[in-house]
């Protein structure tokens, strides 16, 4: 069971070039999530996808768009980079059950843009 | 939803019990009390979550006031391993949910 599977795991852009952070879930959950996470900080909202073809925008959407393929894919992109933009990013998806919800986490894609 | 407000920073000797507060002094009736964590330089990771009663699994234990106001994570034997931020949540269990996530609580766990 891979559970959330996130690649690449580490990347070097120049600014201005674009990319797309890539994020598949096995296990059939409807929501997804991409975070980022700066030094020393909490995870920041970024974008979420409720369902197959929703998204919606969270806290720190700006210079990010996303696509949500189909049930497991939920892809992050930048279209111009900027060093602002050096981060962690996590990509999540939900289990929501009736004793709660639970939210599972890749491993994280680090981006450093110079 | 419920805000929650964690110490910043513990420290907790090896082979003891970690034990991190959360105050949710807001919650309501149909809000749940989850707990993650995160290792450095990894995804957070789910721990446990409970509604009223006291629960437990192989990583830890939760132990929630009567008054749901505020609740315990219990590593009942910290290891070096468990050093991590730890993260208590409060939501509902359905409708539209965003997770947020807060500083938590950094342990570090010492020999």
């Known amino acids: 069971n891979a559970g959330v599977t996130q690649t690449p795991k580490f990347q070097v852009l120049k600014t201005g070039q674009s990319m797309t952070l890539q994020c598949a879930q096995d296990?059939?959950?409807?929501?997804m999530y991409w975070y980022r996470q700066d030094p020393g900080m909490g995870l920041r909202l970024i974008y979420y996808?409720?369902?197959?073809?929703?998204?919606d925008k969270g806290e720190v959407p700006n210079g990010y768009n996303v696509s949500r393929l189909n049930k497991r894919e939920f892809s992050l992109r930048l279209e111009s980079a900027a060093p602002s933009q050096t981060s962690v990013y996590f990509c999540a998806s939900r289990a929501q059950t009736s004793s709660g919800n639970t939210i599972y986490f890749g491993e994280g894609s680090w981006l450093t843009v110079v | 939803d419920a805000k929650t407000t964690q110490p910043p920073s513990m420290d907790c000797a090896e082979g003891r019990a970690a034990n991190l507060p959360c105050n949710h002094s807001t919650i309501s009736g149909n809000e749940y009390v989850y707990w993650y964590r995160q290792i450095h330089s990894q995804g957070p990771q789910y721990i446990i979550h409970?509604?009223?009663n006291n629960e437990t699994n192989e990583m830890a234990s939760l132990i929630i006031t009567e008054d749901r106001k505020s609740s315990t994570l219990i590593l009942p034997h910290a290891t070096l391993r468990d050093t991590a931020v730890y993260y208590c949540i409060v939501r509902t269990s359905g409708g539209s949910y965003i997770p947020t996530f807060g500083r938590g609580t950094s342990l570090i766990v010492h020999p």
């Open positions: 296990m059939n959950h409807n929501s």
């Open positions: 996808s409720a369902s197959e073809g929703t998204t």
């Open positions: 409970g509604l009223k």
